[in-house]
C-alpha cells in the first residue's frame, strides 16, 4: 500500500484553492501505475514523491495531469514542499530550502512558518520566453473561441500572447472582470486556436478587484476543464505582463487571484525581477493546508499501461 496525502494550495483555508494529491515512497512505482493513480485521483494534478538522485537534495518528484506527465507544475511543487517541511520539521516555527529535483531541472523551496501561517516560495526553473514556431489566432478568433466579444479581448498595452517556461500557455487579457466571468471554451474555435498555437491551455487575466490581476485557466484537452490555480502559468504570466510593459526595472511583486468563478478562490504571490529590460528572476510563492490522508493499492503494470 502505499500512503497519500491531499491538500488545497494558494490557500489558506481548506476547500479553496487548487487541490493536490501527494504520493510518497513511490521508487518503485513505473511510469504507467503512476499515471493510473494520478486519473483515479483525477485532481488537476497528483506529485509523487521519490528518493532523489543526489542525497544532498529534498527528493525528486514526478508530476502527472490526469492523461499525461508534465516536467513542471507549481501548484504541486508549493504544496508537496510545505507537506515534506512540515513532515521533517514538526511543531513551531522554521524557515529553510528545500531541493526538488523535477523533470524540468531542481527546484528550489523556500518554506517557513511563523505562527499558524505557512508558505512556500520556488523560484521558476525556466526563465519564460517566447514561444517561436506557432500561430497566434487574431483577436477576433480567440474571442469565438472563448465564447466572447472581439471587443472583450485585450485592453491597454495587453495583447494575447505565447509565452512558455517548461510548460507553455496562449495568455489572453480580458477588459473586464465581467468578460472574464463569462468566459469558456467553444468548438471549434478552440480547437482551432489552440491547434495552431500548440499549446493546451488558455490562460485569461483581467484587472482584479483586491488584487493586480483575476485570472481563470482552461485545458481540457489535458483533462482540466478549469484549474482553481496554476503557478506555472503565473510564473509565466511574468513574460506577458513584461511585453505588455507592466514591469518596472528591479524587483515587483503583485498578487493574483484565481478560482474566483469556481468558488474555490485562490492566491498567488508573483515576484519578478527586471534588468536590462530583462526578466532575470521569477519567484512565485502561497499557502497550503492539509486535508486528507490515506493509503492506495498500486495498480497492476498492464501491458497498455
Not at 481548506?14 to 503512476?34: E, K
Request: aromatic share 6%; hydrophobic share 45%; net charge negative.
Amino acid at each position: 500500500m502505499l500512503t497519500f496525502h491531499t491538500c488545497d494550495v494558494f490557500t489558506d483555508r481548506r476547500f479553496s484553492g487548487n487541490p493536490l494529491a501527494i504520493v510518497l515512497g513511490a521508487d518503485g512505482l513505473a511510469t504507467p501505475q503512476m499515471q493510473t493513480i494520478a486519473r483515479e485521483f483525477n485532481l488537476s494534478e497528483t506529485i509523487f514523491v521519490q528518493t532523489p538522485a543526489n542525497p544532498a537534495h529534498t527528493a525528486r518528484v514526478r508530476i502527472f495531469f490526469p492523461t499525461a506527465e508534465i516536467p513542471f507544475a507549481g501548484h504541486p511543487t508549493i504544496g508537496c514542499a510545505i507537506h515534506l517541511a512540515l513532515a521533517e520539521a514538526g511543531s513551531g516555527d522554521f524557515d529553510g530550502d528545500l531541493v526538488l529535483e523535477e523533470e524540468a531541472g531542481l527546484v528550489r523551496v523556500r518554506v517557513w512558518r511563523r505562527e499558524k501561517e505557512i508558505r512556500a516560495e520556488f523560484v521558476a526553473p525556466v526563465v519564460p520566453h517566447a514561444v517561436t514556431g506557432a500561430v497566434l489566432a487574431p483577436p477576433k478568433r480567440i474571442a469565438e473561441a472563448l465564447g466572447l466579444r472581439p471587443g472583450d479581448i485585450g485592453f491597454g498595452g495587453h495583447h494575447p500572447g505565447l509565452w512558455q517556461g517548461g510548460p507553455r500557455f496562449l495568455f489572453v487579457p480580458v477588459a473586464t472582470l465581467d468578460g472574464l466571468a463569462r468566459a469558456r471554451p467553444i468548438e471549434p474555435a478552440w480547437s482551432e486556436v489552440i491547434g495552431a498555437a500548440g499549446v493546451d491551455s488558455m490562460y485569461l487575466y483581467a484587472t482584479g478587484t483586491g488584487c493586480a490581476f483575476q485570472a481563470r485557466m482552461f485545458s481540457p484537452t489535458a483533462g482540466i476543464p478549469e484549474d482553481p490555480a496554476t503557478g506555472s502559468a503565473s510564473a509565466i504570466l511574468a513574460a506577458q505582463l513584461l511585453a505588455a510593459g507592466v514591469l518596472p526595472e528591479g524587483k515587483t511583486q503583485l498578487m493574483l487571484h484565481q478560482g474566483v468563478e469556481m468558488g474555490r478562490p485562490s492566491q498567488i504571490s508573483l515576484t519578478t525581477s527586471v534588468s536590462g529590460g530583462q526578466l532575470t528572476e521569477v519567484r512565485i510563492a502561497g499557502g497550503a493546508v492539509p486535508v486528507s490522508e490515506g493509503q492506495i493499492h498500486p495498480p497492476e503494470i498492464a501491458a497498455n499501461g
